[in-house]
């Protein structure tokens, strides 16, 4: 069981990427999913969150209005779109499973203890 972030890279601050989740080995189709980020020397931090329909949304106060989490179920994919990009959002990047199917608690989805299943993170870098 795995997942695999990918979209990473270098950009200047004020630029866009798009991170992409996807699932080899099973489907996550039926759970929610996150997105968090770690930079050097800080804890693993929570970024968004979809729920397992795709209807619900939740984003860290630092990236709303910037970043837009979404997902296509039949591809089993979950994207990161980030727009308007700043130094401080330089991190490496993880996707991550929820613990459990059909259910995604709001105050635990910012929990990292909630997901069950991780990718290996994808490094995003943007310069000032």
């Known amino acids: 069981v795995q997942l695999q972030a990918s979209g990473g890279g270098l950009v200047q601050a004020g630029g866009s990427l798009r991170l992409s989740c996807a699932a080899s080995g099973r489907t996550f189709s039926n759970y929610a999913m996150g997105w968090f980020r770690q930079a050097p020397g800080k804890e693993r931090r929570f970024v968004a969150a979809i729920n397992w329909v795709g209807s619900s949304t939740y984003y860290a106060d630092s990236v709303k209005g910037r970043f837009t989490i979404a997902r296509d179920r039949s591809k089993g994919t979950v994207d990161l779109q980030m727009d308007s990009l700043k130094p401080e959002d330089t991190a490496v990047y993880y996707c991550?499973?929820?613990?459990?199917?059909?259910?995604?608690?709001?105050?635990?989805?910012?929990?990292?203890?909630?997901?069950?299943?991780w990718g290996q993170g994808t490094q995003v870098t943007v310069s000032s």
């Open positions: 991550a499973a929820y613990s459990r199917p059909y259910a995604l608690n709001v105050r635990d989805a910012r929990d990292t203890r909630s997901y069950s299943y």
